[in-house]
């Protein structure tokens, strides 16, 4: 056998690593294919003795597809999207405004507890699940799609239960942080200070996606996946894994928790959850039962950075409503 080591580009997530280093090693020259995200390079075990340009012509022609490209040697990255930023700051605008007349005239306000209606929720859940929620949960729902796949398997009751389990189980816990609110007695200006601190993280996170703060590069370990892939894919068990996804780190998640536990009801808290978690489920399905290309295209940059504008303005806004709620400042706009 034979080690090569290449650098792989187009990478962002514990997704990515799971998807190229299944798609290598579902090639019969490749024995083992391991990817390392932080230093963006992939190490290949190959059966055959080959040529460096003989290896990276059969794989970029099976990777290029996906969106990677392999190559012998480091490629520096090239800011090709620095004006994105002054497009989409429009763009964010434009929909806020829209966003927020709809929330003043009540047709987006479904008027449940705390400054942050399910209809917010939903909105953040789809943006976060084009972000955070897509690099740590799209890594375990490809992991349960190959080994679907590895088991030549049409069956796609185990995918179902994953999503069903992770919406129904988000509602349940998004309840039951409600209560918990509720039971220590949520006073009002602790519940103020709880709104400022979810706001502060969709501030932080909003200015990840524009581009202020390096972005995070966190992701779960291999071991988790392998250990995902090697169970045996019962209803029950994708079901719980499903649920289970509430307590993985997400910035955006645990700012809603923080609102649904400041809800102080479980009528609440539960439609915070279930509603970001619906905002999730169009992508998360995507990855799922199919291929998300758009995280990918020439757009991906410009819609990730007017997302960020989006999420900066409504935490601006959730703390300035948190401040005026508490005193401290007077009101200048409600959410």
């Not at 690099?135 to 590895?150: Q, Y």
Request: aromatic content about 12%; charged content about 10%.
């Amino acid at each position: 056998m034979k080690k090569y080591t290449l650098y792989v580009s187009g990478t962002h997530c514990a997704s990515c690593k799971i998807l190229i280093e299944d798609t290598l090693q579902e090639q019969g020259f490749i024995v083992n294919a391991k990817v390392n995200l932080q230093k963006e390079l992939v190490e290949i075990e190959t059966k055959t003795e080959l040529q460096v340009h003989e290896v990276l012509a059969k794989v970029n022609e099976v990777i290029e597809p996906l969106g990677y490209t392999f190559s012998a040697h480091k490629v520096a990255h090239v800011k090709e999207h620095t004006n994105d930023i002054w497009k989409a700051l429009p763009i964010g605008i434009i929909f806020l405004v829209l966003f927020f007349s709809l929330q003043k005239s009540g047709v987006l306000n479904f008027g449940i507890g705390g400054g942050v209606t399910p209809t917010t929720s939903f909105l953040i859940g789809v943006i976060a699940s084009l972000s955070s929620c897509l690099a740590i949960v799209g890594g375990l729902i490809l992991s349960l799609s190959a080994k679907i796949a590895e088991d030549n398997s049409d069956n796609k009751k185990p995918l179902f239960a994953f999503h069903f389990g992770r919406v129904f189980g988000f509602a349940l816990l998004g309840g039951v942080l409600g209560l918990l609110g509720e039971a220590l007695g949520v006073s009002f200006i602790f519940s103020g200070i709880l709104g400022i601190v979810a706001s502060l993280v969709m501030i932080v996170l909003g200015a990840n996606l524009v581009g202020l703060f390096k972005k995070s590069s966190f992701t779960l370990p291999t071991s988790i996946f392998s250990f995902f892939r090697k169970m045996e894919y019962n209803t029950l068990t994708p079901l719980l894994i499903g649920a289970a996804t509430f307590f993985l780190p997400c910035g955006f998640t645990q700012s809603m928790q923080i609102s649904a536990l400041s809800s102080g009801s479980f009528i609440s808290g539960a439609l915070i959850m279930f509603s970001f978690a619906l905002g999730t489920l169009p992508v998360l399905s995507l990855v799922s039962f199919g291929s998300m290309s758009f995280a990918k295209s020439k757009y991906a940059p410009l819609f990730f950075k007017s997302a960020g504008v989006i999420v900066l303005g409504l935490g601006i806004f959730a703390l300035l409503a948190g401040l005026a709620g508490l005193g401290i400042i007077n009101p200048l706009f409600t959410l």
